[in-house]
């Protein structure tokens, strides 16, 4: 675990193989929601987490 200003981050050499399926349904259900027009404020916060979620996918499936 390494800490930078406030933040604290874990690192590790290997991807969380029971993470990606969570990850995977985050993405679907969170795709089925953006796909609506907006309904709240919480709109641009999903699709923030949802584009770095789908960017540590991908990255993740580099490792295999």
Do not use: H, K, M, N
């Amino acid at each position: 675990c390494t800490r930078q200003g406030e933040a604290e981050a874990w690192l590790s050499r290997e991807v969380p193989q029971d993470l990606l399926p969570v990850l995977q349904r985050f993405l679907r259900e969170a795709e089925a929601v953006l796909i609506r027009p907006a309904t709240g404020p919480y709109q641009e916060d999903l699709l923030d987490c949802y584009f770095e979620a789908l960017a540590f996918q991908r990255i993740a499936e580099l490792f295999d």
